[in-house]
């Protein structure tokens, strides 16, 4: 009976595996044809000065509406989009759109793209970059392209060649997700970053863990003195923003000063914000 039990686990595991599969296969396809109907949106999340509540830069989420599914979150149709080299074009799309968007919000205000990976073996990366900033009108030094270290893990010519380009052409460099990779101080000295964006998972305990509040004035203080601006993702509550502060965060970022956003809702929420600061004491 054991043995029939554990046969029938096995074959239970390798439905759930072939349904998954299979799951997976469909979205692929879903993808694709969304990449042919551009059937992607860029929503839009403040960052803001946590010492004058100004909003200095926005970032570019992508959202995926699907016909029937509803909205697939990134954390399932990135790495699909990535496996199948999918992302190239839809960072394309994102970077001339995010762009386009942020032409028309106050000039001091910057926009924030994510890139992956896969999109560093594209040897026309910098070439769309500069193409997106021409079609916009948007001066370089208000875009910011975001990178994890997995960009860099690979430590490639194509990477510090495509990296040397953005530099010379004014645009700027932030480490995403801070703190969950390997050697991320060896990036720091090798890499011209303006932003470090500390990990929320860091921000999560902050409340309750001594730890994490330690990591965090540590990285606020490596930044500060490396002229490296330090965010702190994923500020929830008012608590959280007054610890990263005193610990010395320069800027945060997360539902607490607002979700992810359209288009049209952020730059509103923009000027609102510059007629009146968002309150962060
Ligand atoms: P990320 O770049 O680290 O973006 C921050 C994520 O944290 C976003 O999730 C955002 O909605 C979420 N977030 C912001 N504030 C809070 C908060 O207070 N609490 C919590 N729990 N979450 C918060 P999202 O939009 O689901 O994106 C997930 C990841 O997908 C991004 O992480 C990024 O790695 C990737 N991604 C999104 N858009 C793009 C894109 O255009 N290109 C590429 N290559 N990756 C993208
Ligand atoms: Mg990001
Ligand atoms: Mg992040
Ligand atoms: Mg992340």
């Known amino acids: 009976a054991a043995k029939n039990a554990g046969g029938g686990g096995h074959r239970f595991f390798a439905a759930a595996m072939e349904s998954d599969a299979q799951q997976r296969r469909a979205l692929e396809l879903d993808l694709r044809q969304a990449v042919a109907g551009e059937a992607f949106e860029l929503h839009f999340q403040p960052l803001v000065n946590l010492a004058t509540g100004r909003i200095t830069t926005c970032e570019a989420l992508l959202r995926w509406h699907h016909p029937t599914r509803g909205a697939v979150p990134p954390s399932v149709f990135i790495p699909i989009a990535e496996e199948t080299g999918l992302i190239i074009g839809i960072g394309e799309w994102a970077l001339r759109r995010a762009c386009e968007e942020a032409a028309r919000w106050p000039d001091g ?16 990366l910098a070439a769309h970059v500069v193409s997106a900033l021409a079609r916009s009108g948007l001066p370089a030094h208000r875009l910011e392209l975001e990178i994890t270290e997995r960009v860099l893990l690979e430590e490639s010519e194509a990477t510090t060649h495509a990296i040397q380009q953005f530099r010379t052409l004014g645009v700027s460099l932030s480490l995403d997700d801070f703190g969950t990779g390997y050697s991320s101080l060896n990036y720091l000295r090798k890499f011209p970053f303006a932003k470090i964006k500390i990990d929320q998972s860091f921000i999560r305990d902050v409340d309750c863990e001594a730890e994490g509040r330690a990591i965090i004035r540590a990285v606020a203080g490596l930044g500060t003195s490396l002229g490296i601006t330090v965010v702190a993702e994923g500020l929830e509550t008012k608590q959280q923003m007054a610890f990263v502060r005193e ?35």
């Open 109 to 124: 205000v910057k926009v924030a793209v994510n890139l992956s990976p896969v999109q560093f073996r594209d040897r026309n």
């Open 247 to 281: 610990d010395g965060c320069h800027e945060g970022q997360g539902y607490l000063f607002g979700r992810p956003m359209p288009a049209a809702e952020v730059s509103e929420r923009i000027r609102g914000a510059i007629a009146r600061p968002l309150l962060v004491a």
